[in-house]
């Protein structure tokens, strides 16, 4: 057994001083709560002094790692010139023309500092566009913490099927204009478009339901839902906070070959820094450039978070970089499924290679939020400690990060772990 006795007494400290002793809720989930003393490459280490493989990657941002010498030296240099401007610089042209020439579609884009403040303004910009107040999402889909959108995020089974708060303190009316469908059902959405058409701002979904099990979209979904709306007059979103920058370097745009009206980034573009942005093309953004409404923020393309940005993308543009980062997932993947077959206990995996979710107690992939809610919640906890205790740090809902700095060297060790693991696990 590990020990973990230093970070026990710091999470007994933390909870002095800040509630839960955490800085975001979701992060309670973890169990046990580690305390991080320092981060390098793939590796994280404890406060204990405990070395693991490291597969959260900070929830999805890290995708080169951590400590990374080339965005180490770009943030370091543009910090000497001034921290944040409230005025324009180079960089921000730099990065938004280096998002043009590889996102798809894509003509112009407007930077901001989290993805949930970038999917508020792509709801305004759909909003001020079409004229119309409702917006579509679908269950399990997250696209982050306001009320308007934090709705049938992780319902229970006597929820599915209505719009439902995801916590307390969410006032009906905030989220009175927002309707939410199963998802991967065309059908579904032609007829919500039909009945809420006239009514309807937007669509806004996942691409790959990365935040509930990484379910994938049925084939010709994504571009099924996506003509309906053009169809309608609808805007069509991605949020893309975890899929951009990971899928490929163009994101889902270019991993599925379909081209939202708006396209929504954060996490992974920027390697660990505090970074958004939305794309999409030129005209969506009309209602910026008219005033009919507003973009705001005082730190929106803040200088060393665009160097961090551009830093990452050029690290990522480089020969072979996806098709490593797959590679590593998909061997994983299959080695918890063959080992897990070898060992009786039901268990698949689904999403891609940089990003992808374990579900245990099923023998097929989920096609929604509602297939998830079947799976063996409690053996995939035993079988994340039991992954810490040999030497790798997952998330505790069951998806997988796979960066660019996870290598063939890691590979060996995470699967020795994996195997360990169920052995350890399984009723057998």
């Known amino acids: 057994m590990i020990s973990l006795e230093k970070s026990s007494k710091?999470?007994?400290?933390?909870?002095?001083?800040?509630?839960?002793?955490?800085?975001?809720?979701?992060?309670?989930?973890?169990?046990?709560?580690?305390?991080i003393d320092h981060a390098d490459g793939p590796y994280y280490v404890d406060?204990?002094?405990?070395?693991?493989?490291?597969?959260?990657?900070?929830?999805?941002?890290?995708?080169?790692?951590?400590?990374?010498?080339?965005?180490n030296k770009a943030v370091s240099e543009q910090i000497t010139k001034g921290y944040t401007f409230g005025a324009q610089h180079q960089l921000e042209i730099d990065l938004a023309k280096r998002m043009v020439e590889i996102l798809p579609g894509v003509d112009q884009v407007t930077f901001s500092n989290t993805g949930t403040e970038a999917i508020q303004s792509s709801l305004r910009i759909a909003r001020a566009k079409t004229g119309k107040t409702k917006i579509l999402k679908f269950e399990g889909h997250y696209h982050g913490w306001m009320n308007n959108v934090l709705v049938s995020f992780h319902p229970d089974k006597s929820q599915l099927?209505?719009?439902?708060?995801?916590?307390?303190?969410?006032?009906?009316?905030?989220?009175?204009d927002t309707l939410t469908l199963p998802w991967n059902d065309v059908p579904a959405v032609e007829k919500a478009l039909e009945k809420h058409g006239d009514d309807?701002?937007?669509?806004?979904?996942?691409?790959?339901?990365?935040?509930?099990?990484?379910?994938?979209?049925?084939?010709?979904?994504?571009?099924?839902?996506?003509?309906?709306?053009?169809?309608?007059?609808?805007?069509?979103?991605?949020?893309?906070v975890i899929t951009g920058f990971r899928l490929a370097l163009g994101g889902a745009r270019e991993y599925f070959g379909v081209q939202p009206d708006l396209s929504v980034y954060a996490k992974a573009?920027?390697?660990g820094f505090t970074m958004s942005a939305i794309g999409g093309r030129r005209e969506m953004f009309d209602v910026l450039r008219d005033g009919t409404t507003i973009h705001a923020g005082t730190y929106n393309g803040s200088s060393f978070n665009l160097a961090a940005a551009?830093?990452?993308?050029?690290?990522?543009?480089?020969e072979g970089c996806y098709e490593k980062m797959h590679a590593y997932g998909y061997a994983v993947r299959k080695h918890l499924e063959a080992e897990a077959a070898r060992l009786g206990i039901p268990?698949?995996?689904?999403?891609?290679?940089?990003?992808?979710?374990?579900?245990?107690?099923?023998?097929?992939?989920?096609?929604?939020?509602?297939?998830?809610?079947?799976?063996?919640?409690?053996?995939?906890?035993?079988?994340?400690?039991?992954?810490?205790?040999?030497?790798v740090h997952l998330l505790p809902d069951g998806r997988w990060y796979v960066g660019a700095s996870h290598t063939p060297k890691d590979l060996n060790p995470v699967c020795a772990a994996i195997t360990q693991s169920l052995n350890a696990i399984s009723p057998k």
């Open 10 to 35: 710091l999470h007994q400290e933390s909870c002095r001083y800040i509630p839960m002793g955490v800085s975001s809720g979701i992060r309670k989930w973890s169990d046990p709560l580690l305390f």
């Open 47 to 71: 406060v204990d002094g405990n070395q693991y493989v490291d597969h959260t990657l900070g929830w999805g941002p890290l995708i080169v790692g951590s400590n990374h010498p080339e965005i």
């Open 161 to 176: 099927g209505k719009t439902s708060p995801s916590c307390g303190g969410q006032p009906p009316n905030d989220y009175a």
């Open 200 to 240: 309807l701002a937007c669509v806004v979904m996942e691409p790959l339901l990365a935040n509930s099990g990484c379910c994938e979209a049925h084939a010709g979904y994504l571009q099924g839902v996506v003509d309906l709306c053009r169809e309608k007059g609808v805007v069509s979103i991605f949020d893309e």
């Open 269 to 271: 573009m920027a390697g």
């Open 310 to 318: 551009l830093a990452t993308i050029s690290i990522l543009s480089r």
């Open 347 to 391: 268990l698949i995996t689904c999403g891609a290679g940089s990003v992808f979710g374990v579900h245990m107690g099923r023998k097929t992939p989920p096609q929604n939020y509602e297939d998830t809610l079947d799976t063996d919640k409690e053996m995939y906890k035993k079988f994340h400690r039991a992954m810490l205790e040999n030497g």
